[in-house]
């Protein structure tokens, strides 16, 4: 009884035993692939199933993730929003809009000890956009940071 190998350990000992003929044939692109020798290289692929939702689909992931939010619009600020926000001299303007860039996200120097290191400068300007127009209404802030 001989035993048959596997197609493609067949094909890797044959790449062994051609040897440089080809691999140059390969880089060159004149070697067919074993897809195309087996007809499946002109197969188009499929697109992923999320470009085929509806438009309702879409709609009602739409309203779930926005529905979500809506109990914290009428809210206060909670946790750190006080620090990160109310009391930050960079986000209440007690400071220069250049401090964005050198301050940490709760407001201290990063060069200072107290500095958590924990720089956001894209997050602190948003908050510093913001607080102008809605300076102690915590459900317009909120309404705001999630859209």
């Known amino acids: 009884m001989r035993l048959h190998p596997h197609p493609m350990l ?3 000992m044959q790449i062994i ?3 440089r ?28 199933s999320w470009i ?4 309702l689909q879409v709609a ?11 109990p914290s619009l009428d809210g206060e ?19 220069s809009l250049k401090q964005v860039f050198t301050t940490d996200y709760w407001g201290n120097p990063i060069a200072s000890p107290q500095s958590h290191k924990s720089y956001r400068p894209l997050t602190t300007f948003s908050f510093c956009a913001i607080w102008p127009q809605k300076v102690a209404m915590a459900a317009n802030q ?6």
């Open 21 to 48: 003929t080809e691999v140059s044939e390969m880089r060159r692109g004149r070697l067919k692939s074993r897809r195309r020798d087996e007809g499946l290289g002109n197969q188009k692929e499929s697109a992923p």
């Open 10 to 12: 067949e094909h890797e």
């Open 52 to 55: 085929n939702c509806t438009g």
């Open 142 to 147: 909120h309404y705001e940071f999630y859209i």
């Open 77 to 95: 600020f909670v946790f750190d929003d006080s620090a990160t926000v109310v009391n930050n001299p960079v986000v209440n303007g007690r400071t």
């Open 17 to 19: 035993y051609t040897g």
């Open 60 to 70: 009602v992931v739409t309203v779930l993730a926005i529905s979500s939010y809506l």
